[in-house]
């Protein structure tokens, strides 16, 4: 950590760095300013500006215009779970104005198929009849399931329960519609960036995800990303958030590993 700080102290000034949400998501998820080490999240916002941007639209390409709409410097990028999605895209379409991409728990390819490991397709088919039918039941239901995994989950449930700005309501957002676009496929992004950067791309997997299997750090090692496999760590990355970037700060400063 003393290493990190002193790498920041030298960098010239603070660069703007993307938080994007999952789905379903607001920014409570991210626990900031809720840090336990002071001199760090002092060190840490001089040095990046840190904005969450939750998924608001219907469909990634709406999505993806009002992310860029006034976009003009260049940013890094920390995208989880369906955020990674929308950040894989940016850094694809944008890759002149990314500095960095991040992808925690993110499946480019989220339903499995024979050689790919990913959710079944039938528990996606029941959790778009749920968010219809039920919607408040379903997305605790949904909390559930990416709280387990953890230490404590049960507690770690309850407290997410109670957040203000945690779980979306699916009233007040597409959240239905934005399920569509996990059919789709984007592992060609995924490798053409990857060959693409000059710098690799930072992963970090739960052991205990149980939407995202930790099977795929070999697909992702494969392309010469920076695979971390988190042990007795669910879905809920982002909420680990000192522990987070202890691991994602160096890569992000252009330290070495």
Excluded at 46 to 64: K, P
Excluded at 143 to 155: F, K, N, P, V, Y
Excluded at 226 to 245: D, E, S
Aim: glycine share 6%.
């Amino acid at each position: 950590m003393q290493r990190v700080l002193k790498a920041m102290l030298l960098m010239p000034e603070a660069a703007p760095c993307w938080l994007l949400s999952g789905w379903g998501w607001g920014a409570g998820i991210w626990q900031i300013g809720k840090c336990a080490e002071p001199d760090w999240q002092s060190a840490s916002q001089q040095r990046l500006r840190c904005q969450v941007l939750q998924l608001t639209e219907a469909t990634l390409e709406l999505q993806l215009q009002r992310i860029t709409a006034d976009w003009t410097s260049p940013v890094h990028l920390v995208g989880w779970s369906a955020g990674g999605i929308v950040a894989l895209r940016l850094a694809h379409d944008f890759p002149e104005k990314v500095l960095s991409l991040s992808l925690l728990a993110c499946n480019p390819c989220f339903y499995t198929d024979v050689h790919w490991p990913g959710v079944a397709q039938c528990q996606g088919q029941q959790l778009q009849t749920g968010l219809q039918q039920h919607p408040v039941r379903q997305m605790q239901a949904f909390l559930r399931l990416q709280c387990e995994g953890e230490a404590q989950w049960r507690h770690l449930y309850s407290t997410l329960k109670s957040l203000p700005d945690g779980l979306l309501s699916a009233a007040a957002y597409p959240l239905a519609a934005q399920l569509q676009w996990l059919q789709s496929d984007y592992r060609d992004e995924l490798r053409r960036v990857a060959a693409a950067s000059c710098r690799k791309i930072n992963v970090i997997l739960g052991a205990e995800d149980q939407l995202v299997p930790q099977a795929l750090a070999e697909y992702y090692r494969a392309l010469n990303c920076h695979v971390r496999v988190w042990p007795a760590t669910g879905h809920l990355i982002p909420w680990h958030f000192t522990r987070l970037w202890d691991a994602l700060l160096p890569s992000i400063l252009g330290m070495e590993y």
